[in-house]
Structure formats: structure tokens, C-alpha cells
């Protein structure tokens, strides 16, 4: 086994009181990436923007 | 009056059944055919096949709420598809024979002015000699079944260990060309967790095996994120996690035999290797289902319809992987040739893969089939069904409701490991699902903000909201349609 994740991520990972904070700002990120949308990529529009 | 046939009461058949019903007057009929009579939430699977969750509380009956919301529900199974109908019916149908009940072996032609194809994969067991749920020591989790006689046989394996056996137990996709490596993922590290629970993970030696060219691959062609202040690619992620939990990886692997506790696996390079184990699960390869389709004078014409899967408005123009783009990818999901046939979910035949394809020096395909998670399943189904909706309201095919894979999010939280103050979870949103070389050529295809990685026991509690949430929406309690799909 290789140590990988240092102590110190380890328990910033599970400390409860953290990850609630976590868990709020995961659930919005998500919602608003998927409620960002969806729609078509053949538009003229779509594909002149990058 | 139209009647709107949905074919599967999987995610994809089961949200576009539900909005169809909520938008649509009662004077249009919906009608659902599905084999299984329970509606199951997939996901949950990973932790009935470790125990910690009864299959029970992933399922519920389907009949019951169908009556209750006037939805006409036929327990059977589609065999074949009469689009223009037939010399004596002139109504388009699908043929269908009920698998359940005093109708059990019935043949019924089910007419429909719509129809939705949702039918999903077939779990194609049968194309990797000996993969079979239950026997030669390996196991499935795509199913509550499976996923039951998965922990039947590591529990019972557990036990063994906890009396001094030492195990090998080997995790992964069990096919060439398989695809669902991230729920094979999920189930390693759960496994792995378990076996720590249990205070026997030191007698465990725990192997992931994958069609995968690189770690993190998932059929995604894997992703560059962004992980706390970092920029890290997925393999570099996946390693960390197995490395740090003491998994070892075989990659490249393509799955083509097994026999009691022996895989059988050629590798890229060629060769042909074998790997023993004492528990393995292994996930089959997903085909069609084999459906046939006849014009109205009873001649063939599967390929109007099928490519495996079904045909929709994707480009099926055969091209090498750096000519593809991600215009390939389907927008309405309606089939070309016939207007009123949709195919949202896994049931629509994509382009081509998201992976790299790969060869083996033998001139075997060896990498993962393109993945079409739940929510991308949700996603479309809901738009097809607005555009069913729209087209008997507006009466025109208006099409305004599009959504490529190329330009859609998705949330993935593969659990890490179950409990409320021990599990963990692995959170990765991706946007696009597709990558879009051109319109994001600097971050491997994805935009960086919106791909990013979390890996925690936020995860973990994010997962099993998304149980109960999800659970609640498919059993239509109050305001169900309010939470996205
Ligand atoms: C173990 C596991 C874990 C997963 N975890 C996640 C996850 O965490 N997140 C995520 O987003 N995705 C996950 N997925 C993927 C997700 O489950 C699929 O994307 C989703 O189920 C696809 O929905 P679908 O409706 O297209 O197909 P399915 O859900 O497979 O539904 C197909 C339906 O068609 C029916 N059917 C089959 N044959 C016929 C026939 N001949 N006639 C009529 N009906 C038929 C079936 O009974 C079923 O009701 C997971 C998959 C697995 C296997």
C-alpha cells in the first residue's frame, strides 16, 4: 500500500462538519451545472463561439 | 386522441412516461410496456450487492402507480416493430408478448400514433464465454438480483476469510468492448471498504481489471478537472484512490472467457493472460436486443430502425477518431426514416465510441463502449416526451427541444464507500458529457469550471439524497416533477 492522501486531506475529508459545508456547495455546483442546460451543438451560432 | 406507446420502464421510459401523463389530457392514452414489474433505481444496486441496502428499498411495483396516474401498463415484452402497420392494421404497432400473468405467452399488437423506445441494453452475457451471474465464482450488480446473489457470494466469502482464507477478488468490466466501468468503480471501492468493516482486508488481495487504456478512462476518454486548487486528469485521480486503498490494476484487459474462479483476458499488446480469483464481478458487455422491423407488406427493414440500437439524428458516417466531432452526437433522438419513433437513454444506437479506440496486435477492439449514465437517460427522455407533447398540442413537429450529449452536464457521485460518518463518495461533475475538442481544445474537450473531482464523505451523503430524491420523483409523490432530472 502507498500512502497517497496525507493525513492532514484525510481527515478534511471526513470531518463531518466540513463536509456538511461540502455537501451544500457540492449540491448547488451540481444543480447549477446541470440546470445550466442543454441544446443543440449543430446551430452557427453554437459552433462560432470558441 | 393519440396514443404514445413507451417500450422499457427503466429511467429513461419511467420519466417520459411520468411527464407525458402530467402534461397531456386524459383524452391521449399512455401505455408502458416493460417485462419487469418493479421500476428499480439502478445505482442503489452497488450497495445491495455489498449488503448494506435491501433490494426492497431500490424498487416498487409499477402497477399500482400506473392505475392510480392513468397509465396504461402491460406487463410484456416488445419482440418486433410494424411501423407503417400491416395488411391488416393500419395503425402503426409493436408486437408484444405479456411475460407475467393470466395473459403470460400472449401476443398483442400495441398500436401507438408515438412511440418511445426506452428498452435500454441488453445485459449480452452471453458474449464473453462463462459470464454468468452467479456461476464460475463471478458476479453482476446490474440488477437487484444480481446484486443480491453478489453479496450472497462475498458475504459467504467473507465469512471464509474471517476464518483465515486469504482471497482474490477481481473487479471490472468483463468484455472487450464493455461499457459502465464507473459502476464498476463504485463497487470495488465499496467492496474494499467493506472488507475493512469487517476486519479482514488484510487477507484480501483486490485487483480491477478494464477494457480501460489508462485509469479513469470510464468511456469518457477520461477528463482533465479540477480537483481542490489543482488541474488533475482522471487517471491521475483513480490512481491516487487505488493506490492509497491498495488496489492493483490490469488495464487494457479484454475480457473474453472465464471458467470457475479463471478470466481469460487478451491484452492490447496481444497476448493472451489469465487471472484467478475467488470473487469477481464483472461487468457483461450492453448490446440491442435483437428487435426486427417489417414495412406493411411484411418485408424487413431492421436497418430503418436498428444499428444494434436504434437508429436516431445522430452522424453514423463511419470516420477515424480525430475526424469525429461533437456534431456526431444525436440532438432530437427522433428516428430518420420514421417521424413518430424516438429512442432516448441507453436505447439509442450513438455514433461511435467516446473512448479512443484501440486494437490488440491480434486485431481485437479492445476498448470501452460509449456510457450513457442516468442522468443524460433522464435528460432525454424528458425532452423527447416535451416534443411529443408539443407536436399533438401545436399539431407540427416543432422539434425546439434538443440536447446533445456534446453540449449537457452531468453529475457522476460514485460511491466511495457506505455509512453515515465512515462512507465516501467521489464526486465528478462533467460538462459536456461528449468532449468538444474544438470548442474546448486546451482541457481535453470539457470546460474546466464545470468538470471538476471532490472526493469525500460529502459524496457519500450526496449519493444517498440522490437515492431518496430520485426515488421519490419515479413514485410521483407531490411535486415530483419540480426536481430535475
Ligand atoms: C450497477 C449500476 C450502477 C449505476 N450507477 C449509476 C450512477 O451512479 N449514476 C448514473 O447516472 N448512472 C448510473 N448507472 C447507469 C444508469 O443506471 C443507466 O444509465 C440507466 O439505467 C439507463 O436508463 P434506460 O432507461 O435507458 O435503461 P434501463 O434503466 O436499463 O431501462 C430499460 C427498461 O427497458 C425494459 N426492457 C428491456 N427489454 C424490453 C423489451 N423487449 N420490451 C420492453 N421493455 C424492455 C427493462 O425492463 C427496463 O425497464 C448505473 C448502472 C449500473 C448497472
Redesign the pocket.
Same mark, same amino acid.
Request: charged share 10%; proline share 11%; with cysteine.
Given at each position: 500500500m502507498t500512502q497517497r492522501i496525507s493525513k492532514n486531506k484525510r481527515f478534511w475529508m471526513m470531518n463531518p462538519v466540513w463536509q456538511f459545508f461540502k455537501y451544500l456547495w457540492l449540491s448547488l455546483k451540481g444543480m447549477l451545472i446541470v440546470a445550466g442546460g442543454h441544446g443543440s451543438t449543430r446551430s452557427k451560432d453554437y459552433q462560432k463561439s470558441h | 386522441m393519440a396514443t404514445i406507446l413507451i417500450? =422499457? @420502464? =427503466?429511467?429513461?421510459? #419511467?420519466v417520459a412516461a411520468s411527464h407525458l401523463r402530467r402534461k397531456l389530457s386524459k383524452e391521449h392514452q399512455v401505455v408502458v410496456?416493460?417485462?419487469?414489474s418493479n +421500476?428499480q433505481w439502478? !445505482?442503489s444496486? &452497488?450497495w445491495v450487492g455489498i449488503g448494506r441496502m435491501k433490494s426492497k428499498e431500490i424498487l416498487f411495483p409499477l402497477a399500482p402507480l400506473y392505475k392510480k396516474k392513468g397509465i396504461d401498463f402491460k406487463q @410484456?415484452? @416488445?419482440?418486433s416493430f410494424f411501423p407503417e402497420g400491416d395488411k391488416n392494421e393500419t395503425k402503426p404497432y409493436v408486437l408484444?408478448e405479456y411475460v407475467a400473468g393470466e395473459n403470460k405467452g400472449q401476443q398483442e399488437k400495441v398500436i401507438y400514433d408515438y412511440l418511445i423506445n426506452?428498452? =435500454? !441494453? %441488453?445485459l449480452n452475457f452471453e458474449a464473453t464465454a462463462g459470464l454468468i451471474p452467479g456461476q464460475n465464482k463471478t458476479y453482476s450488480?446490474?440488477t437487484y438480483t444480481h *446484486?443480491n446473489h453478489a453479496w450472497e457470494g462475498l458475504n459467504a466469502l467473507i465469512q471464509e476469510m474471517k476464518n483465515g482464507k486469504k482471497a482474490k477478488i477481481l473487479i471490472g468490466t468483463g468484455h472487450a468492448k464493455a461499457t459502465?466501468q464507473?459502476?464498476a468503480f463504485? +463497487?470495488i471501492l465499496n467492496v474494499e471498504q467493506e472488507l475493512r468493516r469487517h476486519k479482514v482486508r488484510d487477507r484480501a488481495e483486490i485487483t480491477w481489471i478494464s477494457n480501460e487504456y489508462q485509469l479513469g478512462d470510464f468511456g469518457m476518454d477520461g477528463m482533465l478537472l479540477s480537483y481542490g486548487s489543482n488541474i488533475m486528469k482522471s487517471s491521475e485521480m483513480v490512481e491516487m484512490v487505488f493506490e492509497d486503498r491498495d488496489i492493483k490494476w490490469i488495464l487494457g484487459a479484454g475480457v473474453n472467457k472465464i471458467e470457475d474462479g479463471k478470466t481469460h483476458y487478451e491484452t492490447l499488446e496481444g497476448e493472451q493472460k489469465t487471472e484467478t480469483y475467488d470473487f469477481a464481478m464483472l &461487468?457483461p458487455s450492453f448490446s440491442g #436486443?435483437g428487435?426486427k422491423a417489417f414495412d406493411k407488406n411484411n418485408n424487413e427493414i431492421t436497418d430503418k430502425l436498428f444499428k444494434g440500437f436504434m437508429l436516431v439524428d445522430a452522424d453514423y458516417t463511419p470516420k477515424p477518431y480525430e475526424e469525429w466531432t461533437a456534431q456526431d452526437w444525436p440532438e432530437t433522438y427522433q428516428n430518420p426514416s420514421y417521424k413518430n419513433i424516438f429512442a432516448?437513454? &441507453? *436505447?439509442f444506437a450513438p455514433p461511435h465510441s467516446i473512448s479512443k479506440p484501440r486494437k490488440s496486435k491480434s486485431g481485437t477492439e479492445i476498448f470501452p463502449s460509449p456510457?450513457?449514465?442516468?442522468? !443524460?437517460?433522464g435528460i432525454t *427522455?424528458k425532452l423527447v416526451a416535451d416534443t411529443i407533447i408539443d407536436t399533438i398540442k401545436k399539431g407540427k413537429n416543432l422539434q425546439e427541444h434538443k440536447g446533445s450529449m456534446a453540449n449537457m452536464g452531468?453529475a457522476?457521485? *460514485?460511491?466511495a464507500g457506505y455509512g453515515t460518518f465512515s462512507g465516501s463518495g467521489i464526486s465528478i461533475t462533467t460538462f459536456p458529457i461528449v468532449p468538444d475538442y474544438k470548442k474546448y481544445p486546451d482541457t481535453h474537450g470539457r470546460k474546466l469550471g464545470k468538470t471538476f473531482g471532490e472526493i469525500g464523505l460529502a459524496g457519500h451523503w450526496l %449519493?444517498l439524497t440522490l437515492h431518496y430524491v430520485f426515488m421519490y420523483k419515479a413514485k410521483m409523490k407531490p411535486f415530483w416533477w419540480l426536481l430535475p432530472e
Open positions: - | 417500450l =422499457g @420502464a =427503466g429511467i429513461s421510459g #419511467h410496456v416493460s417485462p419487469n +421500476y439502478i !445505482p444496486n &452497488i @410484456a415484452k @416488445a419482440i408484444a426506452a428498452t =435500454g !441494453p %441488453k450488480v446490474c *446484486a459502465c464507473g459502476a463504485e +463497487y &461487468i #436486443h428487435f432516448p437513454g &441507453i *436505447a456510457p450513457r449514465t442516468g442522468m !443524460p437517460s *427522455a452531468a457522476c457521485i *460514485a460511491s %449519493k
